[in-house]
C-alpha cells in the first residue's frame, strides 16, 4: 500500500468523523475494515497517529487554511480535509525522514484524486503556510479565550469555562496539558513483585531498550513513552503489570483500603481500582464492584482472572437507587469514581474536547450528587468514602462536594494532616481536595477526588 492510499483513507475517515464525532480508534478499524486495500500493522498505527492528531488540532489547522485564504469562500470538507492532513504533517512531523516538499507533493495528487481541479489550491496554500512560521499566522494576544482556544485547538466554551473556574495562569497550565503526550503508566502488581524488582528483572531480559521510569508519588508507578513491549509482554500476560494512570493509583490509595474491609467501588468498571484494592491488601477484602452496564462487568471479571484475584464481586446496579438487599448493607470504604465528562483525558482522547458540551456537563452533575448521594448511606461511622472523576469542572467536582456536605453534616472532608501518606498530603490543596490538573513535575491525567469521613 502507498502513502497516497493512506492518507486517502484518512480523508475519507475524517469526513465520516465529522458527520458523526466519536471515539476515534473504533471507528478508523470499522473505516480501514471497509476499505479496498489492506492495512498492515505498522499502516494501522500511522493512520491512527494522523488521524489523532488531525482531530486533535482541528481548530488550529482551520485557523491556517482560513487566515491563508486570498478569497474568503468556502472550502468544501473533502479538499479541506487534505489540507488539514498536509498542515498537520508539516507542523507536526512525526519523521524528519519526509520532507516538506513531500507531504505538498503528496496532498497535490491527493487533490487530483479526491478533488480534480483543485490541486493549484491545495499547492497555494500550503507553499503559503511554509513561507510563514506558524507563530506569524497564530493570533497574537494569547490572554482572549478565542485566541488561546485556537492556539491550543480547545472549544472556546471550555477556555472560557476554565477562566472562570480556576483563572488565567491555571488555564494557560490546563491548555498545555491538553496536547502533552503523557506516554503510558504501569502498575505493577505489589502481590507478585516490588517495582524495584521488576526494573531490575526487566533490565536484564529486556532487549528492545524500553526506558521505565518509576513513578513521582505512587507506591507501584512505571511510566515509559513506548507502551507496545510491555502490553504484548509476558509479565503483562502473567498479571505482573496493568496499565493505570498514575493518578488514578493515586486515587486508591487515597481510599487506604485494609485487609478484612469490606469495600463498594461504585461505577467500577473497567475495573482498575477494584484490581489496585485488592492488590494493596493482598487480596484479603471483600470488595463490591458495581456498574451499571452489565456488559462491562465483563472486563472487571477478565482483569481479575488475569492478576489471579478472588475478592472482587461484580454486580450490575443502579447506583442512583437503594442497593439490592443481597448485598452488604454497610462498608467500610466506598469509591465513588462517578461518571464524568472526562475532560481531565483530553490528551489521551482528542476527540474528547469536540464532543462534550456545557449542558452535558450540567446533567452529569445531577447524576453524579444522586449517585454520592445514594451511596453515602451505606458508609459506616468512621468510614472513608473518596468521591472521584477525571474531569477539570468545578461543576462536577468542588460544586457536587460542596453540595453534598451541605445537605449532610454527618460528613466532613478529611484534612490534609489526617492523610497517612506523605506523598498523598503533597496533593492535597488547601480546600482539602485531590488534584492532579495542574501537577507539572509528574504524568498524570487531570484527576480530582474528594477524601470524605462519616462523623455520625
Known amino acids: 500500500m502507498s502513502d497516497q492510499d493512506i492518507r486517502q483513507g484518512i480523508c475519507q475517515f475524517l469526513s465520516q468523523w465529522e458527520e458523526q464525532p466519536q471515539a476515534i480508534e473504533p471507528l478508523l478499524e470499522i473505516s480501514l475494515r471497509h476499505s479496498e486495500t489492506e492495512f498492515n500493522q505498522v499502516q494501522r498505527a500511522l493512520a491512527t497517529s494522523l488521524a489523532a492528531g488531525v482531530i486533535r488540532w482541528h481548530k488550529r489547522l482551520d485557523h491556517y487554511i482560513d487566515t491563508l485564504l486570498t478569497r474568503k469562500k468556502r472550502v468544501q470538507p473533502e479538499l479541506r480535509n487534505i489540507l488539514r492532513l498536509a498542515l498537520f504533517e508539516l507542523e507536526f512531523p512525526m519523521s524528519k525522514a519526509r520532507p516538506e516538499y513531500a507531504v505538498v507533493s503528496e496532498a497535490v495528487n491527493l487533490a487530483k484524486t479526491l478533488t480534480p481541479g483543485r490541486e493549484g489550491f491545495v499547492n497555494g496554500i500550503l507553499r503559503s503556510f511554509l513561507r510563514h512560521k506558524s507563530g506569524e499566522l497564530l493570533p497574537a494576544d494569547d490572554n482572549q479565550p478565542q485566541n488561546m482556544a485556537v492556539r491550543h485547538s480547545l472549544p472556546v466554551w471550555l477556555v472560557k469555562k476554565w477562566q472562570a473556574d480556576f483563572g488565567q495562569p491555571a488555564t494557560r497550565t490546563l491548555c498545555l496539558k491538553a496536547n ?53 509482554s509476558e509479565w503483562f500476560k502473567e498479571g505482573f503489570i496493568s496499565v493505570q494512570d498514575e493518578g488514578a493509583q493515586l486515587i486508591v490509595e487515597l481510599l487506604n483500603p485494609q485487609p478484612g474491609e469490606i469495600i463498594l467501588d461504585a461505577c467500577a468498571a473497567p475495573g482498575g481500582k477494584s484490581a489496585y484494592m485488592a492488590e494493596l491488601n493482598d487480596d484479603k477484602c471483600t470488595i463490591i464492584a458495581a456498574d451499571s452496564e452489565p456488559e462491562r462487568l465483563k472486563k472487571i471479571s477478565a482483569t481479575s482472572t488475569r492478576l489471579g484475584l478472588n475478592s472482587i464481586t461484580p454486580v450490575a446496579v443502579d447506583l442512583t437507587r437503594p442497593l439490592p438487599a443481597n448485598l452488604p448493607q454497610t462498608y467500610d470504604r466506598i469509591l465513588v469514581d462517578a461518571p464524568c465528562s472526562g475532560l481531565g483525558v483530553i490528551c489521551r482522547r482528542p476527540d474528547l474536547r469536540w464532543r462534550k458540551s456545557l449542558k452535558e456537563i450540567d446533567g452529569l452533575s445531577k447524576i453524579q450528587l444522586q449517585i454520592l448521594s445514594n451511596c453515602s448511606k451505606y458508609l459506616k461511622v468512621g468510614g472513608r468514602l473518596i468521591y472521584a472523576t477525571c474531569t477539570t469542572c468545578r461543576d462536577e467536582n468542588q460544586d457536587v462536594v460542596e453540595k453534598f456536605l451541605t445537605h449532610n453534616q454527618n460528613f466532613r472532608l478529611l484534612r490534609q494532616e489526617e492523610i497517612e501518606s506523605e506523598n498523598l498530603r503533597k496533593l492535597i490543596n488547601r480546600n482539602n481536595f485531590f488534584e492532579t490538573s495542574f501537577i507539572t513535575d509528574a504524568q498524570m491525567d487531570g484527576f480530582f477526588a474528594a477524601p470524605i469521613i462519616r462523623t455520625s
Open 180 to 232: 502533552q503526550f503523557q506516554g503510558t503508566t504501569f502498575r505493577v502488581n505489589c502481590r507478585k513483585i516490588t517495582g524495584n524488582n521488576f526494573l531490575e528483572r526487566f533490565k536484564l531480559e529486556d532487549k528492545t531498550e524500553l526506558k521505565l521510569e518509576k513513578g513521582k508519588y505512587g507506591k507501584n508507578v512505571l511510566h515509559t513513552l513506548k507502551s507496545a513491549p510491555l502490553l504484548h
